[in-house]
């Protein structure tokens, strides 16, 4: 199975901030990497898929960068209804794997 | 707009059995895989398994946590999928979420997340 590493675990920033998530494969998942955001007591939301690419509707201050086996998430500009767990997913082979996600805390 | 509901969840002995629905709408149904993600109590999320569509013979992918005690299957004349879970053993406690699944770039992806039902495993 291929691990799902993400860095750091929790992370405390203020608004405005420019905030980085790594996420980081334990093989080659060439660019077959998702993004999510997940509010407390809600679902996720579907952020980024093929490691850069927004999905409908997701605002521009988001974006993802990487391939093969390290990739981030920046929110370039971080707002109140930003602080959420972000957790990332390779789709490259089965099973589907996630990331253990980061948690992003106002400071 | 898309939209996926789940349903069937609720509480359960060890060793019991149960049956979760997600009705789709708001999209053609018929066309896209279907995943299934559970998330226990204060956990992340663990993805379930996978349904493919007809031109896919509905062929299934399973995560080894679940592998022959749940069964995935739909009806897209119903536009529902469906999680039958046996055996069931504390640790499958978690909300269950139904997604859509999308072509991303040469892969498959979940794009739209159901609002999740919560299953909960305990004597």
């Known amino acids: 199975d291929i691990q799902m590493t993400q860095s750091p675990s929790s992370l405390s920033a203020s608004v405005g901030d420019r905030v980085t998530i790594t996420c980081r494969a334990s093989?080659?998942?060439?660019?077959?990497l998702a993004w999510f955001q997940q509010k407390p007591g809600k679902a996720p939301k579907s952020l980024i898929y093929?490691?850069?690419s927004l999905h409908g509707g997701v605002p521009s201050k988001f974006s993802g960068s990487g391939s093969g086996t390290e990739f981030t998430l920046t929110i370039s500009s971080l707002q109140p209804e930003d602080f959420a767990t972000y957790y990332c997913?390779?789709?490259?082979?089965?099973?589907?794997?996630f990331g253990g996600g980061t948690k992003v805390e106002i400071k | 707009e898309v939209q996926l509901v789940e349903s069937g969840g609720g509480l359960v002995q060890p060793g019991g059995s149960l049956r979760l629905s997600c009705a789709a709408s708001?999209?053609?149904?018929?066309?896209?895989?279907m995943d299934w993600v559970r998330q226990a109590p204060g956990k992340g999320l663990e993805w379930v398994g996978r349904?493919?569509?007809?031109?896919?013979?509905?062929?299934?992918e399973y995560a080894a946590s679940v592998r022959g005690r749940f069964t995935i299957s739909r009806d897209d004349s119903k536009n529902s999928l469906y999680l039958q879970m046996n055996s069931l053993k504390t640790e499958d406690t978690a909300v269950y979420y139904c997604?859509?699944?999308?072509?991303?770039?040469?892969?498959?992806?979940?794009?739209?997340w159901g609002q999740g039902t919560l299953v909960t495993v305990s004597s």
């Open positions: 093929a490691a850069s």
């Open positions: 708001g999209f053609t149904f018929s066309d896209h895989y």
């Open positions: 093989q080659d998942i060439t660019n077959y």
């Open positions: 997604n859509r699944v999308r072509h991303c770039s040469g892969g498959s992806c979940p794009d739209y």
């Open positions: 349904i493919r569509n007809k031109a896919y013979s509905y062929t299934t």
């Open positions: 997913q390779q789709y490259k082979s089965y099973p589907l794997t």
